[in-house]
């Protein structure tokens, strides 16, 4: 005789369901053949979650779905039960009015109370209800697998942007040269976001390095191990969107090649702002400065919404306490830190907080959105008193394109404002310096009822003539490790830039910046190794020239220059010198046949200086040089400029 089916109640919560248990169990065989009673206040707050447009009320209602499914197919009986709570007792939800007319349900028609509320389910035995206490999932990372969405990354890929009826793009390449990129030519559909969001939020919920951080009408965003994830739908946006962001480098702050001056800087507790525009890597500057700190032996926390910056485990990452950033600094001045990493810092009320710990005594680096340097200290002015500013901010590091472009420092003084005279006008104003030269570069001051920024500019200075020396030493050293153009330009006693081509950079800096490390050494200064704005340009088409190529500013020289070319006199242009080009940033010396060989530049016989040709026959000098000065005065007063081939 065959054994017959066991009927049996089972009465679930919103936990369970949205977690979808129940179903789970059904396929198993543990829960066939059960009665299944649904509250109707489990129903009444996932409809209330979905209409708020959260994931989790729309999970929830798919779970109900497929519990429908397996009752057709005879698995189980399925029935609804109970009384739908009024708007007050949704409102009231979370204190749990909502999860006292479930429990009076399951009280009601008797049967097997599941849950995996653990307060929940204490109240419903207090109550004398039979309860089945199911833990939240919590899997072993080993048994994660893949998700879908990681499928559309690359090893270089920033970013992944789905969207309904759109082709999947995403943002690639190395972080100074990033492009928006289409990756699949069939469009994302409706179902696959649907798919892919069900899984990302499962995953968030199971996985127990992974969390929902933020879920309200529309949006949802989650962390996912290293993964930003912002799920949005209507009404919040105008279709279903996922957009998934990770960091594509972890970077050490010895990357950077900072001077050992600036670490001294940021290692004693300042309030440092790092700025940036969006996707220059100033958050992984941050957190490449966080585990500096923290190895340095540090107390470092940070400070974050959602929590994304990648650093060690033993620097602890604290979101909104109770939603509200004002509660957490609160609990960080019990904590008390040695510095705090604020990502991010925009908001009026996050500059207050910024300038509340950092008064309090606490070091503070804060991120901020910002297209220049000094435009994240104007974000300052008029949240925080003027006069206290440069005890909140002390230093501002800004980074472009990955690298530390600018530093800029900050100090109070009392004296009379750039550009003012009388004596009188002497007021208390805010010096914001170039870190590395020690210019001033801005003051900040009161003008009346008004609140002055004042670019002070650059000062036509006497360049010392050591440094021109140091130039040319510089070059030469240079000079051994990479084989086209090098400029350089020594800014200070102790620092120069200089650039060369990109494919040349990992030649002069070395692994791990071994070979630019030996060079400062030995020449004892700092150099910051840059790659030129723009590839040399090429000579005007037709344009001919001959080893030992002679040119000046006059028509008697333009007819030497024709008699040496073979060009009649009439064809030389007389607007543009046709071995001379000026351009907004350099002075260009055009010789194509001797591309790629080295050159001494001669002005009436006499040395001005040493250069390699580039592959297209250019010899760059920065147009604000002196060695330009010199050329473009000899072409004027119509002395010979030579290019002698070495």
């Not at 009231?92 to 109370?113: C, N, Q």
């Not at 048994?143 to 920033?158: A, K, N, Q, S």
């Not at 008697?556 to 010198?577: I, N, Q, R």
Request: aromatic share 6%.
């Amino acid at each position: 005789m065959a054994e017959e089916t066991r009927i049996f109640r089972i009465v679930p919560d919103t936990s369970v369901i949205i977690d979808g248990r129940i179903s789970a169990r059904v396929r198993s065989g543990e829960y066939r053949g059960a009665e299944i009673i649904i509250p109707e206040a489990v129903v009444s707050e996932l409809e209330a979650q979905a209409n708020k447009g959260r994931e989790i009320g729309y999970k929830g209602l798919d779970e109900l779905s497929e519990l429908r499914r397996l009752a057709e197919i005879g698995d189980i009986t399925l029935k609804f039960s109970g009384v739908r709570p009024t708007l007050e007792e949704i409102k009231l939800s979370k204190e749990g009015r909502v999860d006292a007319l479930i429990r009076s349900t399951a009280l009601e028609v008797g049967g097997l109370f599941v849950s995996e509320d653990r307060v929940q389910s204490l109240i419903a035995e207090a109550r004398g209800i039979d309860v089945d206490y199911v833990p939240p999932k919590v899997l072993d990372p080993s048994e994660l697998g893949p998700l879908r969405v990681e499928h559309f990354f690359t090893e270089d890929t920033m970013s992944v942007h789905l969207k309904n009826g759109v082709s999947p793009m995403a943002k690639k390449g190395p972080i100074e040269s990033v492009l928006y990129v289409r990756i699949r030519d069939e469009p994302v559909s409706m179902p696959e976001l649907q798919s892919i969001s069900k899984e990302l939020i499962e995953r968030a919920r199971v996985d127990p390095e992974s969390f929902i951080e933020m879920s309200s009408a529309g949006a949802t965003v989650l962390q996912i191990r290293n993964m930003r994830i912002a799920i949005t739908h209507p009404p919040f946006s105008d279709d279903m969107e996922i957009t998934v962001v990770r960091p594509t480098v972890i970077v050490d702050l010895e990357q950077y090649r900072l001077s050992d001056k600036l670490k001294e800087r940021i290692e004693s507790q300042r309030g440092i702002l790092i700025a940036g525009p969006p996707g220059a890597g100033k958050s992984t500057f941050a957190a490449g400065v966080a585990r500096y700190l923290n190895d340095y032996g540090q107390v470092v926390k940070t400070m974050e919404s959602p929590r994304d910056l990648q650093v060690p485990p033993e620097i602890t990452q604290y979101s909104p306490l109770n939603g509200r950033m004002e509660d957490t600094a609160d609990l960080l001045l019990l904590v008390r830190p040695d510095y705090t990493v604020y990502d991010e810092v925009r908001k009026t009320s996050d500059f207050l907080i910024f300038a509340d710990m950092r008064l309090a005594g606490v070091g503070m680096i804060g991120v901020v959105h910002a297209t220049r340097a000094v435009d994240a200290i104007q974000r300052l002015i008029g949240r925080v008193e003027l006069g206290v500013i440069p005890q909140v901010v002390d230093t501002v590091i800004f980074i472009d394109k990955g690298e530390v472009a600018k530093v800029l420092v900050l100090a109070f003084t009392v004296k009379v404002p750039h550009g003012m005279i009388e004596q009188d006008l002497a007021r208390p104003v805010i010096t914001i310096e170039d870190f590395e030269t020690g210019k001033v570069d801005y003051e900040i001051y009161t003008y009346g009822e008004q609140v002055v920024v004042m670019p002070i500019g650059t000062r036509a200075e006497e360049r010392k003539p050591a440094w021109k020396l140091a130039e040319e030493e510089i070059r030469n050293v240079i000079k051994k490790y990479a084989n086209g153009p090098v400029e350089v330009e020594v800014t200070s006693d102790s620092s120069a830039i200089v650039k060369v081509r990109d494919t040349e950079m990992r030649k002069v800096i070395g692994k791990g910046g071994n070979v630019i490390n030996r060079i400062e050494k030995m020449l004892g200064i700092h150099i910051d190794v840059r790659e030129f704005e723009s590839e040399p340009s090429r000579p005007a088409k037709g344009t001919k020239y001959a080893e030992g190529t002679k040119c000046a500013g006059t028509s008697e020289a333009y007819a030497k220059t024709a008699e040496m070319t073979g060009f009649p006199e009439a064809d030389l242009p007389v607007s543009a010198h046709p071995l001379l080009e000026k351009t907004k940033k350099h002075l260009i010396l055009s010789v194509p046949e001797l591309a790629g060989g080295d050159v001494e530049v001669y002005i009436e016989d006499e040395y001005l200086f040493s250069a390699t040709v580039g592959r297209h026959g250019d010899v760059k000098i920065r147009i604000n040089s002196d060695l330009a000065q010199e050329v473009m005065d000899a072409m004027d007063s119509g002395e010979l400029i030579e290019i002698r081939k070495i």
